[in-house]
């Protein structure tokens, strides 16, 4: 099928008024995977760009990498958690299956704000961004948007085909109304029609948990790579063209792509099709692997710590995942932080 766009949002002026991250601490290497898996460092990288990725401990759940990356953002951002009126955490491998994550987050911040998930699998950060700043324009304040997954609990580590791509991680942001930043248009879009492309087939109300279940393995992320890779590049390719087209925005003037890191080469193809410079294409994929709704905030805010993002910058957001689902966005860039009246921070950049 040939990819469409289907959403489209206004740009709002929202800021991201501070981002942060969490990494677990074990890091393993394509070398540490090749001692236990029919598979090289060499294959990995050609493949896919990856080099490592951080795995989380036994006894840390996702609450918990959302945690530390939403304690990160507030502290950037200069809020507190009673500025805060709303916490979206987009994810597809919450700690439970029942309640949600985000109300775990916000009992760990020591707030009652309404908290809920979002699952959109790998584009779930830029659905999170889309509610929040849609929350922000119905009245909220400060709305904090968390990506954080564990995708290695549900990787079959026997299965080479994917055992070798993902990566444990968060990353957050806090979203605050500020009429000298914008974040949109977003165009996000779904497509169920094959969810076998990408999915864990058990473990829901549609093949409960059983002994067979378990025996079999069905529990575990499975995909066929090839399709997976096609749709994706075609997915994010269409749907950032929407958004920049929706803004009038010229590729050339795109500062900084955020794409999100499932793949070196899926990133090096949505950029050529797109005529974004490689140079301009920030890449997290070779030292994260994918983390799924965690890799957009965390590579952006890699690009940020990196000194990549200045005052004023258009930066390009896409991701693809599961579902199938993609979504992307325009952000324009000011530095986090609390709110200033506007003339005194000296960026003179406009809405
Ligand atoms: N190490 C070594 N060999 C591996 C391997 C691994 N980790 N995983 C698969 N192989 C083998 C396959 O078994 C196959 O062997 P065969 O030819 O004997 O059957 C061979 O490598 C080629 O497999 P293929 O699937 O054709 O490789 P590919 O070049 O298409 O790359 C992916 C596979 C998964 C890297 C690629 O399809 C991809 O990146 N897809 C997108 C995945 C993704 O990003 N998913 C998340 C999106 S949100």
Redesign the pocket.
């Known amino acids: 099928m040939t990819a469409s766009t289907t959403t489209t949002g206004r740009s709002q002026p929202v800021r991201l008024a501070g981002l942060g991250s969490y990494l677990p601490e074990r890091v393993v290497t394509n070398d540490d995977l090749a001692q236990v ?4 460092d060499e ?2 990288r050609t ?2 760009g990856i080099r490592e990725r951080h795995v989380l401990a036994s006894d840390q759940a996702t609450s918990d990498l959302a945690l530390a990356a939403a304690r990160q953002a507030l502290d950037d951002a200069g809020t507190t958690v009673d500025q805060l009126t709303a916490i979206v955490v987009a994810t597809t491998t919450p700690d439970h299956t029942v309640p949600g994550t985000a109300p775990l987050v916000a009992a760990a911040l020591g707030t009652e704000v309404t908290a809920f998930d979002v699952n959109a ?2 584009s779930g950060f830029l659905y999170g961004l889309r509610v929040g700043s849609s929350l922000l324009a119905t009245g909220d304040d400060a709305v904090l948007v968390i990506g954080a997954e564990t995708l290695s609990r549900i990787v079959n580590p026997a299965d ?2 994917v055992a ?2 993902f990566g444990d991680g968060a990353g957050a942001a806090v979203l605050v109304p500020d009429e000298r930043a914008s974040l949109g248009p977003f165009d996000l879009g779904a497509d169920g029609r094959d969810p076998s492309m ?1 999915w864990a087939e058990a473990g829901g109300s549609r093949t409960p948990v059983d002994a067979e279940v378990l025996t079999g393995g069905s529990h575990f992320i499975t ?1 066929r ?2 399709d ?2 096609r749709n ?1 590049v075609a997915r994010m390719v269409a749907s950032s063209q929407a958004v920049l087209d929706e803004a009038g925005v010229k590729v050339e003037d795109v500062d900084v792509f955020v794409g ?1 890191q ?2 070196l ?2 990133l090096e193809a949505v950029g050529q099709r797109l005529g974004i410079p490689a140079d301009n294409t920030h890449v997290t994929v070779d030292r994260h692997g ?1 983390t ?1 709704a965690a890799s957009v905030p965390l590579a952006l805010t890699d690009a940020r710590d990196a000194g990549r993002l200045t005052p004023g910058d258009t930066v390009l957001l896409s991701a ?3 579902g199938l689902t993609w979504g992307s966005c325009l952000l324009t860039w000011q530095p986090s932080g609390p709110a200033r009246p506007a003339g005194t921070d000296g960026s003179g950049a406009a809405a």
């Open positions: 898996l029919d598979t090289s294959w990995i493949r896919t699998a790998c080479r085909s070798v791509l990408l995909m790579g090839g997976v890779y994706a999100h499932a793949n080469r899926i994918n799924s693809f995942g599961a």
